[in-house]
């Protein structure tokens, strides 16, 4: 670097917002700005480069032993790679399994429509019996006072005896 008491300066225009993010830069290093400046043109010139040549991206040399690491991770990721596509093919199933294994969901699915159908036509059923049951129960017990009151009014009487006893009917 140049001594400071034979620099020239000179007015940079530039952007407020770059201007501010290169004075937090050197303020982190502990370096003024003008020599941030100085430092990427060497930069700039060292490594022979355009920054205005939109189609060419800076060169910057790697060391072998990086290069050998990023080409060993690259051999190991094609491996693995490999590896799972592989575990892949060996766990999907063969495509006639797939077929079937539809034609057996549809099959299951009609049955549990067909028997979701017997189903509440059995319930229908068993509604109606015990609509039927209730009827007759009412019935019974219509005809059971009527017999009390016909006993009770023979007693009272002396009245021709009725049998009153009441035979239950068995259930089916």
């Known amino acids: ?20 993010e290169i004075k937090i830069y050197c ?9 941030w400046v100085e430092t990427a043109w060497k930069f700039i010139e060292k490594n022979d480069f ?14 072998p032993d990086i290069e050998k690491e990023r080409n060993q991770v690259e051999a190991l990721c094609m491996l693995m790679s490999e590896f799972i596509t592989a575990q892949k093919q060996i766990q999907l199933p063969a495509p006639e399994l797939i077929a079937k294994a539809a034609e057996e969901k549809v099959r299951a699915e009609m049955k549990a429509e067909e028997q979701a159908k017997e189903l509440q036509v059995l319930q229908e059923e068993n509604n109606r019996l015990r609509n039927e049951i209730k009827v007759l ?11 009390c009151r016909v006993r009770d009014e023979q007693k009272t009487f002396g009245k021709i005896r009725v049998n ?4 239950t009917i068995k259930s089916r």
């Open 1 to 20: 670097m140049q001594e400071k008491t034979n620099i020239q300066t000179s007015t940079l225009r530039v952007p407020k917002n770059i201007l501010e």
């Open 27 to 35: 303020r982190k290093a502990g370096k003024p700005v003008g020599e």
């Open 50 to 63: 355009d920054i205005y040549d939109k189609e060419t991206t800076p060169f910057l040399p790697v060391p």
């Open 137 to 147: 129960q009412e019935y019974k017990e219509k005809a059971h006072r009527e017999l």
């Open 164 to 167: 009153t006893e009441l035979q």
